[in-house]
């Protein structure tokens, strides 16, 4: 095919400008429509698999974040607890040396209430339930309902069997409750 090409004069400023046939100029701006279009393309594809390689690497850190952070989670009460670890030891020594109960007792006292203080200080709190209070199915567990044996507690707790606990007001053990009927 013969390209028409023709001189014009362009009177608005004064130069001389080629112009093309129409044939031939969707024939460029084809090829060139098509060779944008595939470097665009080829431009997509590097960014996106730039894009899912950062993002691999991202998820890979932080599942070994996690795994990390949960390996060390409990060091903090690990460490808490093995001062009571030396108490019970402690206790055990002396329980052979004497045998006075009420120093033993005392000495089991002391461990308990340092225990238990550790413990709210991590934010393990009891679920407080006794003799006659509401039975609530968010906190407390009913393992059996007998016979109320006073008026006025029908369908509260009759006897506690195992305490429950919360962590940061999340019910961690469900109180085990008898109820009356």
Not at 17 to 33: G, L
Not at 62 to 85: R, V, Y
Request: aromatic content about 6%; glycine content about 6%; proline content about 2%.
């Amino acid at each position: 095919m013969a390209k028409s090409k023709k001189v014009t004069d362009n009177k608005a400023n004064g130069q001389d400008t080629e112009s093309i046939s129409p044939k031939t100029e969707k024939r460029v701006k084809k090829t060139d429509n098509k060779e944008s279009l595939e470097a665009e393309l080829l431009e997509s594809k590097d960014k996106y698999l730039r894009l899912y390689s950062e993002f691999e690497n991202f998820r890979r850190r932080t599942a070994k974040e996690k795994l990390e952070l949960i390996g060390s989670a409990n060091e903090g009460l690990i460490q808490s607890l093995l001062p009571i670890i030396d108490d019970f030891e402690r206790a055990g020594k002396s329980m052979t040396d004497e045998m006075d109960i009420k120093s033993i007792r005392e000495g089991v006292d002391l461990i308990y209430n340092k225990f238990k203080n550790i413990l709210e200080l991590k934010g393990v709190k009891k679920i407080e339930a006794g003799k006659g209070s509401d039975f609530d199915v968010e906190l407390h567990e009913a393992i059996t309902q007998i016979p109320a044996p006073e008026e006025g507690l029908q369908g509260k707790i009759v006897d506690v069997v195992e305490n429950g606990y919360q962590l940061n007001d999340k019910v961690i053990r469900f109180a085990k409750v008898v109820t009356g009927a």
